[in-house]
Nanobody
């Protein structure tokens, strides 16, 4: 099982960034995919999730008010990849971002990807 993240780095406030998470070794389309983040000195928090396309349980959900209408979480069912599209970035977005796969009590995590929002 692997979740390999890419796309992090330094971005200016107001800019955009897209993180990718490529999955392998498990039935990607059965799993709920999500992005969590951990900012310096804070606990890890769930940011946004998207349900399994197999079970058709609705659209994505945001868990942090400050990212609503700025972050989206598209997934590609054929390339087994989930993305985090981040627009209008603010300093609060500085964190390590982790993708996660969850289904029936099984959790798989990516290695984490640093995003720094600074001018």
């Amino acid at each position: 099982v692997q979740l390999v993240e890419s796309g992090g780095g330094l971005v200016q406030p107001g800019g955009s960034l897209r993180l990718s998470c490529a999955a392998s070794g498990f039935a990607f389309n059965l799993y709920v995919m999500s992005w969590d983040r951990q900012a310096p000195g804070k606990e890890r928090e769930l940011v946004t999730s998207i349900p399994s396309p197999t079970f058709n349980l609705g659209g994505s959900k945001d868990y942090v008010d400050s990212v609503k209408r700025r972050f989206t979480i598209p997934r590609d069912s054929y390339k087994y990849t989930v993305f985090l599209q981040k627009n209008s970035l603010i300093a609060e977005g500085t964190a390590i971002y982790y993708c996660k796969a969850r289904w029936l009590g099984h959790d798989y995590w990516g290695q984490g990807n640093q995003v720094t929002v600074a001018s």
